[in-house]
């Protein structure tokens, strides 16, 4: 147990690190809305230590609340992002003083706090789990607003694999069923329980996602011009925003540039397309004769084993992710080549399906059967229904620690500030 609780306070630690960096700036960038469809930074900074206080300090271990004047102020269902700045929020130096003082205590309550008990809050730790991963989650969406803010500073240009130009372009899976969502994994949120037999027709899968060169040529053939492609609301959104190309591209002459927090630089061809929407992700896969995976054939293709009959934690095992196996963390501020992780394929030969870029799916967020909500409706629930699409697999941006096969995020069709790409699919019966 004691290695259990080791492994938190690293996790813990860890994450507290990123959010200091990712707010490591002048108080005036800070404090700043740089796009409203983002919070001010120094906002998301002082939510995660209320998420802590909230969910370790008074839920778990029932201790008097600190700042109880501030939760209406950080309660994210509250207050739209676009009306935060108005909000009368901490600044950046007590904001900082806040987290710590609430971390301080989170670590005395993790000391002292029994694992194994009933409660579910506290059994394998649980509740720190909900707040590493929400502070991670964060911490991604402050890359988002820096990426926006167009300010230089996060680029990152760390080493990563070469990719590979060859190789089959799509993966088969046979018919039959598997296991979707998880009963094991104690970490797991609520939206991915409970685990549930699901039988699907065969398919085809891309073996990668959608690349930027096959991308561009969708852009060149008029695919932005050609209301065919388009879903009838992506349509209205594609003639109402103006859109030609994916967030932050721009066209020079015969050449792509696109901006990367703050450094303009030509559109390298052979990585995956990121920052667009689910409707040019649609209109791309209607275009090339094939369609978004299922978000159930997308997990299929992802974490099942069928020789070994069970679900995996992440596309190549129960191995915790390393460098060659997938680009997670933020090591590079960017996706790698296609065809870089060989060695983090899937059990069909899909590749990348866990970081790099989040993945459209075809799927509108919905509950699993026999689902309960936990440890709050508003963290899955009331999101529910036929507004918000769902993506799988993760970013370069996001941390192991909120990654795995099972892992369910959404947003709406029309977001493409977030680091999301996609692959596409097809019926078996298409020859």
Partial sequence: MNDIKERIAAELTAVRDRSLTYTEAEDDLLLRQHSPLMSPLVWDLAHVGNYEELWVLREAAGITPLRPEIDDIYDAFKHPRKDRPTLPILGPDEARTYIGGVRGRVLDVLDAIDLEAAAPLHRDGFVFGL?????HQHDETMLATWQLSRSPGL???GD???????GPAEVYVPAGPFQMGTATLPWAYDNERPAHRVELPAYWIDRLPVGNAAYAAFIESGGYDDQRW??????RWRQESGAVAPLFWTREGDTWWRTRFGRTEPVPMDEPVQHVSWYEADAYA???GRRLPTEAEWEKACGWDPAAGRARKYPWGDEDPRPDLANLGHRAARPAPLGAYPAGASAYGAEQMVGDVWEWTGSWFQPYPGFRSFPYKEYSEVFFGQEYRVLRGGSWAADPAAVRTTFRNWDYPIRRQI???FRCARDAERA
């Fill in 131 to 135: 707040v590493i991963q929400h502070e």
């Fill in 155 to 157: 680029v990152r240009d």
């Fill in 160 to 166: 990563l694999p070469p990719g590979r130009a060859t």
């Fill in 230 to 235: 388009w879903h009838p609301a992506g349509w």
């Fill in 286 to 288: 209607r275009w090339a």
């Fill in 419 to 421: 680091f999301t790409g």
